[in-house]
């Protein structure tokens, strides 16, 4: 039968009986393999409409979506899914392909082990080689390494499983280097700062002291940055933790090492402490395949809650780029009680951020305030990227002219033309989450900033 003839047959048979699942799937697979997508993205959603819950179904609208590249309508149905208790193992699979996509590697990688790891069967050699992950050749050398570990501590060869591999900075930054963001500057003063160096005042109001901030918002905005000005400014230590850090610390090792993480904190206080993709350890303690990593979990938060030590003196920052993916335990008091969105600078902030970034650069009357009106959108990564375009061009002119020169307003304008703002993917998706799951009105900030409310 050709093609044509085989797709009538089967909408025949479905029009008989359109309460059969694996038959309209059969049919939208059939018609996106003959690239006929519309038509199968029409039938999914009429499936949806009837059985709106049916997973295999919102799976493979998804995979529809994406093989029209529709990568955003697809990433809002498959984040849907994933951020489910115990999510399906195709649906975490389908999320790395998509998070690769964007260019988001690591959470890809993150995705692709969960998936693997609930079902072994669904390994892809082309993920694989794209992210780096080969399960069999990192099973088989963590089982030796296991091996090793047992056969050292029988011997007495090991006196302590925990070696911390965290190092602390002296951030030589503060306030005056992070642009704009005034507001936010404010509440750290208020939530963390002034507790740290006047806590007799706090007292006497009767005011708990601790508790974390949040920082959340697109890529690039300068959550990092302020975190290492919020230790500059105390003229604290300061230590960036990534979440995956710790998640790939092997599990009953990393338990230790997490605790051995806060009490080296606390041993250097004041110091700052400061959790990037915050969201990677939140997300995954309601799908935890693993007792061993739900204790994780439950560790970092009794750690928050300063349960075995006090956590005086060690101020509490973390980040995120996907708020709708922490576990609400996160936000309870005294851990990420302050949940503060970072949004891309206004054009006053751009204009001090650009001050900043050329500061001690050869320049020639930049009109930074010109620069700032015409680069609406960008974020402070963005235009540090236009910098150091403009810089390099200024350098390679140098080098075959032989005469440096400074820079000029002009230089910055041509390089603000190669440099795409980098924010406008993630409020493509921030702002689904904030129109149809703002519980508590928690992401008016993003409502607002999109001109939505
Ligand atoms: P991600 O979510 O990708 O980790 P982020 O929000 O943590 O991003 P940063 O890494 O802090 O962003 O910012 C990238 C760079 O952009 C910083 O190293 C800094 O040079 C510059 N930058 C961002 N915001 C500011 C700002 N407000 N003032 C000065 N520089 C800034």
Redesign the pocket.
């Given at each position: 039968m050709n093609d044509e003839k085989s797709i009538e047959a089967l909408r025949t048979a479905l029009e008989l009986s359109p309460e059969n699942v694996p038959l309209r799937i059969h049919l939208s697979d059939v018609l996106v393999r003959l690239r006929q997508y519309e038509d199968a993205e029409s039938l999914l959603r009429i499936g949806l409409g009837k059985d709106p819950d049916n997973l295999t179904m919102k799976l493979s609208l998804a995979e529809t979506f994406r093989a029209q590249d529709k990568i955003n309508e697809a990433m809002v149905l498959v984040e849907s899914l994933v951020g489910e208790r115990n999510p399906d193992a195709n649906a975490l699979l389908l999320h790395a392909k998509l998070l690769l996509h964007t260019g988001d590697e690591r959470h890809a990688a993150q995705q692709y082990r969960s998936a693997i790891d609930a079902n072994g069967d669904l390994v892809d050699d082309t993920l694989s080689e794209q992210l780096g992950i080969f399960p069999d050749r990192e099973w088989s050398n963590e089982d030796a390494e296991q091996r090793d570990w047992a056969a050292r501590e029988h011997a007495g060869d090991v006196p302590d499983r925990v070696e911390t591999t965290f190092e602390f900075e002296r951030p030589e930054i503060s306030f005056e280097?992070?642009?704009?963001?005034d507001a936010l500057k404010d509440e750290i003063r208020m939530k963390i700062i002034h507790p740290l160096t006047h806590p007799e005042i706090y007292e006497a109001y009767g005011k708990k002291i601790g508790g974390g901030i949040l920082l959340y918002?697109p890529?690039?905005?300068?959550?990092?940055?302020?975190a290492r000005a919020t230790a500059g400014q105390v003229k604290a230590k300061f230590m960036s933790v990534g979440i995956h850090q710790i998640l790939d610390m092997w599990i009953g090792n990393s338990e230790k090492q997490l605790h051995a993480l806060f009490d080296q904190a606390r041993r250097n206080r004041p110091c700052v402490l400061f959790f990037?993709e915050v969201d990677a350890l939140g997300a995954s303690r309601a799908d935890m395949k693993t007792s061993g990593s739900r204790h994780l979990i439950n560790q970092f938060l009794s750690e928050l809650d300063g349960v075995s030590a006090s956590n005086e003196g060690v101020l509490i920052l973390a980040?995120t780029?996907a708020p709708w993916h922490l576990d609400s335990a996160f936000r309870r008091p005294g851990r990420f009680d302050r949940v503060l969105f970072?949004p891309p600078?206004d054009q006053e902030?751009r204009s001090?951020?650009l001050d900043?970034?050329l500061a001690g650069k050869p320049t020639d009357r930049v009109d930074t305030r010109l620069l700032a009106k015409k680069t609406e959108g960008l974020?402070?990564?963005d235009?540090?990227a236009v910098v150091d375009i403009a810089i390099e061009a200024k350098l390679r002119a140098a080098m075959q002219e032989g005469i440096p020169k400074p820079l000029v307003t002009k230089d910055l304008q041509k390089a603000n033309g190669q440099v795409k703002p980098s924010t406008a993917e993630w409020f493509s998706t921030a702002k689904n989450y904030a129109m149809f799951s703002n519980q508590g009105g928690a992401y008016d900030d993003i409502l607002d900033y999109l001109k939505l409310r």
């Amino acid at each position: 039968m050709n093609d044509e003839k085989s797709i009538e047959a089967l909408r025949t048979a479905l029009e008989l009986s359109p309460e059969n699942v694996p038959l309209r799937i059969h049919l939208s697979d059939v018609l996106v393999r003959l690239r006929q997508y519309e038509d199968a993205e029409s039938l999914l959603r009429i499936g949806l409409g009837k059985d709106p819950d049916n997973l295999t179904m919102k799976l493979s609208l998804a995979e529809t979506f994406r093989a029209q590249d529709k990568i955003n309508e697809a990433m809002v149905l498959v984040e849907s899914l994933v951020g489910e208790r115990n999510p399906d193992a195709n649906a975490l699979l389908l999320h790395a392909k998509l998070l690769l996509h964007t260019g988001d590697e690591r959470h890809a990688a993150q995705q692709y082990r969960s998936a693997i790891d609930a079902n072994g069967d669904l390994v892809d050699d082309t993920l694989s080689e794209q992210l780096g992950i080969f399960p069999d050749r990192e099973w088989s050398n963590e089982d030796a390494e296991q091996r090793d570990w047992a056969a050292r501590e029988h011997a007495g060869d090991v006196p302590d499983r925990v070696e911390t591999t965290f190092e602390f900075e002296r951030p030589e930054i503060s306030f005056e280097d992070v642009g704009g963001m005034d507001a936010l500057k404010d509440e750290i003063r208020m939530k963390i700062i002034h507790p740290l160096t006047h806590p007799e005042i706090y007292e006497a109001y009767g005011k708990k002291i601790g508790g974390g901030i949040l920082l959340y918002g697109p890529p690039g905005c300068g959550k990092t940055h302020l975190a290492r000005a919020t230790a500059g400014q105390v003229k604290a230590k300061f230590m960036s933790v990534g979440i995956h850090q710790i998640l790939d610390m092997w599990i009953g090792n990393s338990e230790k090492q997490l605790h051995a993480l806060f009490d080296q904190a606390r041993r250097n206080r004041p110091c700052v402490l400061f959790f990037d993709e915050v969201d990677a350890l939140g997300a995954s303690r309601a799908d935890m395949k693993t007792s061993g990593s739900r204790h994780l979990i439950n560790q970092f938060l009794s750690e928050l809650d300063g349960v075995s030590a006090s956590n005086e003196g060690v101020l509490i920052l973390a980040a995120t780029n996907a708020p709708w993916h922490l576990d609400s335990a996160f936000r309870r008091p005294g851990r990420f009680d302050r949940v503060l969105f970072v949004p891309p600078p206004d054009q006053e902030a751009r204009s001090a951020i650009l001050d900043i970034l050329l500061a001690g650069k050869p320049t020639d009357r930049v009109d930074t305030r010109l620069l700032a009106k015409k680069t609406e959108g960008l974020s402070g990564a963005d235009l540090k990227a236009v910098v150091d375009i403009a810089i390099e061009a200024k350098l390679r002119a140098a080098m075959q002219e032989g005469i440096p020169k400074p820079l000029v307003t002009k230089d910055l304008q041509k390089a603000n033309g190669q440099v795409k703002p980098s924010t406008a993917e993630w409020f493509s998706t921030a702002k689904n989450y904030a129109m149809f799951s703002n519980q508590g009105g928690a992401y008016d900030d993003i409502l607002d900033y999109l001109k939505l409310r």
